[in-house]
Each structure stands twice: as structure tokens, then as C-alpha cells.
């Protein structure tokens, strides 16, 4: 099973990026998945989760109506797009498939500053 993000990079506050999480060596279609994000000195937060079919989406507070996940089901990917951005949003973002024994990526970085 491999996880890899990409997309990551320096943007500055109300910017816009797109994270990708490509998937391999797992039916990506039958398994949710999940965004999370962990900056320096905090522990990993959940940011977004989508169903397998991609209909169903959940955001945590701090990102919801900023935040949009998706997934290309015929692509094995996951994708976070992430508008009106602040600092706080500054963290590693890592992506996660929730199959019976969960794996994650490696992570990117998104750093948010002027």
C-alpha cells in the first residue's frame, strides 16, 4: 500500500492550494478516507473525511466552508482543496485510508505566511 501526497508548498493568507493523495495496492474505491493535519507542538487533527463513494463528507470546524474534499475514484485519489487560507492553517497534511488496518501518507507541508 502506498500514500502519496503532493501539492503542498508556501501560500499566503486567503491563498488557495490543492493536496492530492494518490493510492496504490488497496481497492481505493471501497475505503473512506480521511485528511488530518498536525502542526508544530500539536497533536494530529482530523480536517475532512469522504465516503468510499465520495457522497458523503465531514470537515471539522475550523475548515468547514473553506475546506472541500473530493476523490477520482478512477484516478485513486484524494484531493483537499483548501481556499481562504490563514496561518493557522499552517501544519503537515497527511492523508489516510481507512481500511481495516489504516494507512497513512508521508505527509506534505502547507505553510500559510506573507
Known amino acids: 500500500v502506498q500514500l502519496v501526497e503532493s501539492g503542498g508548498g508556501l501560500v499566503q493568507p486567503g491563498g488557495s492550494l490543492r493536496l492530492s493523495c494518490a493510492a496504490s495496492?488497496?481497492?481505493?474505491?471501497?475505503?473512506?478516507m480521511n485528511w488530518y493535519r498536525q502542526a508544530p507542538g500539536k497533536e494530529r487533527e482530523l480536517v475532512a473525511s469522504?465516503?468510499?463513494?465520495?457522497?458523503?463528507?465531514n470537515y471539522a470546524d475550523s475548515v468547514k466552508g473553506r475546506f472541500t474534499i473530493s476523490r477520482d475514484n478512477a484516478k485513486n485519489t484524494v484531493y483537499l482543496q483548501m481556499n481562504s487560507m490563514q496561518p493557522e492553517d499552517t501544519a503537515v497534511y497527511y492523508c489516510?485510508?481507512?481500511?481495516?488496518?489504516?494507512?497513512w501518507g508521508q505527509g506534505t507541508q502547507v505553510t500559510v505566511s506573507s
Open positions: 489516510y485510508a481507512r481500511t481495516s488496518i489504516g494507512y
Open positions: 495496492g488497496f481497492t481505493f474505491s471501497s475505503f473512506a
Open positions: 469522504i465516503s468510499s463513494g465520495g457522497g458523503s463528507t
